[in-house]
């Protein structure tokens, strides 16, 4: 009796033993995953909080607040450069997690304002009403009519409104590709097509697949629990066969952010759509601040937007 007692006390030991170690492995995890949350969270506060101080390059000059909506939100700024004539457009869309975030931001502004505007580009950068005022549908709908009102006063500043090339970090990448993919955002709002979309480290092209496995909580803000609203939400299942041509910049430090762009990718060439993937081995925030700052990092860019018209193209040179 006494060794049957003592074997039975040896398996539930053994089976104690195995069970803790898979519980134990999943708190560590979540821990973990909590701890990325906070980092990321903090870093999302800290851009928000951080606007462009840097003065402007010589010639150039910034007109702020220009309203495309009722709501003080909506409301993007330009920098232009000396005598522009005709030129192109970067149209930029700030991220934040779809909560905060501002077009004035540091990472938004600095480098690409220093880069590109001397060379005789016009650039633009948007705020939208953000959670939980507008949705992320709502949000591109604001800058599909923020990009309508731009090109309406193109020629004002000296630019041509047939020449936009649309660019978003992280929500605002988010949101620029489910522009550049869903013709029923855009229909009968902007009037000319824009060259091509610059698309930087987003990791939400499939929504569907971020909400149906484990996530960070930000995303239920952004998202709910609608399986619909998931899939509209996407811009991997609104990508058509006349998406214009895309540069999907990821983090290759971001397994969900590669992935997803790589599967984006994946079914473009199914629909014989433009998509490059580029991965940097740069942090998510840094995918932005080195943009016009890092040589390399922003020739591979400007090399697709140099693909996409010929004026862009010599102006790069």
């Keep these: 009796m006494f060794r049957v007692f003592f074997i039975f006390v040896v398996l539930f030991i053994i089976c104690q033993i195995s069970f803790a170690e898979p519980v134990r492995e999943t708190i560590r995890e979540r821990i973990k995953e909590r701890m990325v949350q906070k980092v990321q969270e903090k870093a999302l506060e800290a851009d928000a909080n951080s606007e462009s101080q840097a003065p402007l390059p010589d010639g150039v000059r910034v007109e702020r607040g220009i309203a495309y909506g009722s709501d003080k939100q909506q409301s993007f700024d330009v920098y232009i450069p000396a005598q522009a004539k005709n030129a192109p457009v970067i149209f930029m869309v700030h991220g934040g997690a779809w909560s905060m975030g501002d077009k ?5 502004v600095k480098n690409k304002v220093a880069r590109w505007v001397p060379k005789g580009f016009i650039f633009i950068t948007t705020n939208y009403r953000l959670l939980p005022n507008a949705d992320p549908l709502e949000q591109a709908r604001d800058v599909v009519s923020a990009i309508a009102v731009a090109q309406a006063k193109a020629e004002s500043w000296g ?6 090339i649309l660019m978003g970090h992280s929500a605002g990448a988010h949101l620029v590709a489910l522009i550049a993919t869903d013709p029923g955002l855009s229909w009968g709002i902007i009037k000319k097509p824009w060259l091509g979309t610059v698309v930087l480290d987003s990791a939400a092209y499939d929504v569907v697949k971020i909400m149906e496995k484990r996530h960070f909580s930000f995303y239920d803000k952004a998202f709910g629990n609608d399986k619909e609203y998931w899939k509209a939400a996407s811009p991997f299942y609104a990508l058509t066969k006349e998406t214009l041509p895309i540069l999907a910049v990821c983090s290759s430090r971001r397994d969900d952010s590669t992935t997803q762009a790589h599967q984006f990718a994946k079914k473009a060439v199914f629909l014989g759509v433009s998509v490059t993937v580029l991965e ?14 890092d040589k390399v990092y922003t020739e591979e860019v400007e090399s697709f937007m140099a693909s996409l018209n ?4 010599k102006m790069l040179r």
Excluded at 104 to 108: D, G, H, L, T, W
Excluded at 159 to 164: N, T, V
């Design 104 to 108: 004035s931001m540091e990472r938004v």
């Design 159 to 164: 630019g041509d409104s047939s020449k936009f």
């Design 280 to 293: 940097k081995d740069f942090s998510h925030s840094e995918i932005n601040s080195r943009l016009g700052e």
């Design 310 to 313: 010929e004026l862009v193209a």
